[in-house]
């Protein structure tokens, strides 16, 4: 199994599932452009992957007039430009480590998470896509949703993920016939960064899902490249449910 497409931009690259994707792909000979908005974090992410194929660009997902801007740039880096990782998002704690109750967000909260989880994750599907049809790429787009989207109450931070499901399904099926396979992967508990309030050792027992334990990130970083790989392209317009079995009952 090989992958589609080997110049890769991954939003979200510096910490996480983005970067254990970003490490994944370069082990597989591929060029990634991990962005995010922390330059430290993305300094360090690439020191770690420790890879000739790994570049990092500051970006943030909401300037979407500079969403065509950097796809230019990262082709330059990249010799080309052919496949997009969309894991940039803000977690349902974000804020102040409050849960999944619809009721427990601001105003302002609400603002800054569906400013960057939903309007932002809109426009740079569109943009990836534009950019694709426009320079004739048969590439690929996979997003990062979450079970929480299958879940009965998580506020803004699960309709978002839901919404991503959506646009997956949609867009799939319609640009499928250009070449593009756009897919999406909603994890369960991963543990990364953005769980740290209450995933503390990856060992630790979390008994909400089936097996009984934290994904890692490595887990979902091996169905991305099963995704996106040759084999993946039967798969288009799809979400697959990586969550320990958390939902099982209810799909
Ligand atoms: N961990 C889980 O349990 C879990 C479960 C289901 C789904 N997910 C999804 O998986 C994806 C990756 O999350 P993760 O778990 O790997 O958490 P993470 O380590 O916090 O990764 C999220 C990344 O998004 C970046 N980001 C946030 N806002 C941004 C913006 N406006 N512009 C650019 N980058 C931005 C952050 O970097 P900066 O702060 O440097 O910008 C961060 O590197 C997310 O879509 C998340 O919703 C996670």
């Known amino acids: 199994m090989k992958l589609r497409n080997d110049k890769i931009l991954v939003f979200g690259g510096g910490s996480g599932i983005g970067k254990a ?80 109750e619809p009721w ?10 569906t400013d960057i989880n939903f309007k932002a994750a809109f426009f740079l599907i569109r943009n990836e896509v534009d950019y694709m049809l426009a320079n004739g790429i ?12 299958c879940m009965d109450i998580v506020g803004s931070y699960g309709a978002s993920k839901e919404a991503i499901i959506k646009w997956t399904r949609s867009l799939g099926k319609r640009y499928g016939h250009n070449g593009i396979i756009i897919n999406g992967i909603a994890p369960g508990a991963t543990f990364t ?38 084999y993946g392209e039967i798969i288009c317009g799809h979400t697959v449910v990586a969550d320990g079995g958390d939902n099982a009952a209810t799909l």
């Open 138 to 149: 048969g590439g690929n787009i996979l997003n990062i949703a979450s079970n929480a989207a």
């Open 21 to 100: 994707i970003a490490k994944r792909f370069c082990d597989a000979g591929a060029k990634v452009l991990i962005t995010s908005r922390n330059e430290e974090k993305l300094k360090n992410a690439a020191e770690e992957i420790n890879s000739k194929n790994i570049y990092y660009k500051t970006f943030d997902i909401t300037n979407i007039n500079e969403h065509i801007v950097l796809f230019n740039e990262a082709a330059e880096i990249l010799s080309g430009l052919n496949g997009f990782v969309n894991a940039a998002a803000l977690g349902t704690g974000a804020f102040t480590g409050r849960g999944y």
């Open 104 to 113: 427990d967000i601001t105003e302002e909260e609400w603002d800054t998470l």
């Open 193 to 230: 960064p953005m769980i740290a309030r209450y995933a503390h050792d990856i060992n630790q027992k979390y008994e909400r899902h089936a097996i009984e334990r934290f994904i890692r990130p490595d887990e979902i970083a091996e169905l991305a490249f099963y995704l996106m790989s040759d």
